[in-house]
Nanobody, 123 residues
Framework: QVQLVESGGGSVQAGGSLRLSCTPSGYTFSNCMGWFRQAPGKEREVVAGIDLIGYRRYADFVEGRFTISLDDAKNILELQMNSLKPEDTAMYYC??????????????????WGKGTAVTISS
C-alpha cells in the first residue's frame, strides 16, 4: 500500500521560509510528482510539479519564491518556500502520478496523495 507522508509545515510570519518534505512508503517517486494546496473555503490548486527528468514547473502565484526538488537517493520530495505571504496559508499536499506529466500536474492526474501538512503565515 502506497502512503505519502508530508512534514515541515508550521506557522511563520510573512517573509519567512518553510521547507516541506514528502516521504513515501511502498513507492519510489518516478514519473510525476507535485505539491498542491487547499486554503479554507477554496479549491485545491497545484503549486509545483517535477517530472521524470527533473523538469520543474510552478503555478503563476509562486513568482520564483518556491523550489520543488526530488532527492533521488533518499526518495524524498521537497518544497522550499521563501518569502511567504499570508495568502500562502493552506494545507499542503504532496502527490504522485504513475504516468508521466508534461505540463504542470492537475489533481485528476495524480494517483497517490498524502494527508497534508498545515502552513500558516501571519502578517
Amino acid at each position: 500500500q502506497v502512503q505519502l507522508v508530508e512534514s515541515g509545515g508550521g506557522s511563520v510570519q510573512a517573509g519567512g521560509s518553510l521547507r516541506l518534505s514528502c516521504t513515501p512508503s511502498g513507492y519510489t517517486f518516478s514519473n510525476c510528482m507535485g505539491w498542491f494546496r487547499q486554503a479554507p473555503g477554496k479549491e485545491r490548486e497545484v503549486v509545483a510539479g517535477i517530472d521524470l527528468i527533473g523538469y520543474r514547473r510552478y503555478a503563476d502565484f509562486v513568482e520564483g519564491r518556491f523550489t520543488i526538488s526530488l532527492d533521488d537517493a533518499k526518495n524524498i520530495l521537497e518544497l522550499q518556500m521563501n518569502s511567504l505571504k499570508p495568502e500562502d496559508t493552506a494545507m499542503y499536499y504532496c502527490a504522485a502520478a504513475r504516468a508521466p506529466c508534461y505540463t504542470l500536474p492537475a489533481s485528476y492526474n495524480m494517483n497517490y496523495w498524502g494527508k497534508g501538512t498545515a502552513v500558516t503565515i501571519s502578517s
